[in-house]
């Protein structure tokens, strides 16, 4: 890619946000992009009503709480799909007139040319850094669960051999077993499911959220988690 960074071998010292869903992968590329650069803030799109986010369908208050764990500064935006991509560019810019050099996604597999990461970072003037990129699937989730993170199974797709009662599990070395015999990439990149992650080597305390009814939506099935006010 034009405009990457080779986070891998040794791009030390720079200065970056991070695209952030609140999932394992870009958890995981959070957390190796702050052993070698300097994490300045995440970037998270919200819906238009500004009520969930824009990936993972996270509401912003829980959004926060994982930021306020992380110690990081979380800079929001609504955006509807016609407008995202002008939006999205807009907080970049504003990140580099902080300080970032550097775009950080949890991408693990893009094109090499013409990526829509790659445009949106070089049009900001921002390098793009993907510590995650070409890494193996299952190695990476292996990874993930092995450095102690914690996260919980929150959308499935029903069409793609997920099921409702994966809804809630948290992502163990057994269930990667499970899900790789059952077909499914434990890393979830054909879509197959998304996570929200609540504890981990980069939190300063776990995130206590409480679970609500589960949704569901044509092929999709949806466990809504909210902040737990108990705890």
Same mark, same amino acid.
């Given at each position: ?82 407008d995202y991509e002008e939006v999205f560019i807009r907080l970049l810019v504003d990140a580099k007139k902080h300080g970032a050099e550097v775009l950080v996604t949890g991408d693990l597999e893009l094109t090499a040319h013409g990526c829509w990461q790659d445009e949106v970072s070089s049009m900001a003037g921002l390098k793009l850094g993907m510590p995650l990129w070409e890494m193996d699937h299952r190695e990476t989730v292996e990874e993930?669960?092995?450095?102690? /993170?914690? %996260?919980? @199974?929150?959308?499935?797709? =029903? ?8 809804? #809630? ?23 197959? /499911?998304? %996570?929200? @992650?609540?504890?981990?080597? =980069? ?8 679970? #609500? ?19």
């Amino acid at each position: 890619m034009t405009n990457a960074v080779d986070w891998k071998n040794g791009a030390r010292g720079h200065a970056f946000v991070a695209s952030f869903s609140g999932g394992k992968d870009s958890v995981l590329a959070l957390y190796k992009a702050m052993q070698t650069g300097k994490a300045l803030g995440l970037i998270v799109m919200l819906e238009e009503e500004g009520k969930r986010s824009r990936s993972h369908g996270t509401p912003p208050e829980l959004i926060r709480a994982q930021a306020e764990s992380i110690g990081l500064p979380v800079y929001t935006a609504p955006a509807s799909w016609a407008d995202y991509e002008e939006v999205f560019i807009r907080l970049l810019v504003d990140a580099k007139k902080h300080g970032a050099e550097v775009l950080v996604t949890g991408d693990l597999e893009l094109t090499a040319h013409g990526c829509w990461q790659d445009e949106v970072s070089s049009m900001a003037g921002l390098k793009l850094g993907m510590p995650l990129w070409e890494m193996d699937h299952r190695e990476t989730v292996e990874e993930f669960i092995t450095l102690g /993170f914690v %996260t919980i @199974v929150v959308t499935v797709n =029903l069409a793609l051999g997920m099921r409702e009662e994966d809804l #809630g599990r948290t992502l163990t070395h057994a269930f990667v077993e499970e899900l790789v015999a059952r077909g499914i990439d434990p890393c979830g990149e054909g879509g197959e /499911f998304h %996570t929200t @992650v609540i504890d981990g080597p =980069l939190f300063k305390q776990s995130i206590a959220v409480r679970r #609500g009814v589960i949704v569901h939506h044509g092929e999709y099935a949806f466990l809504p988690l909210e902040l737990d006010p108990l705890q």
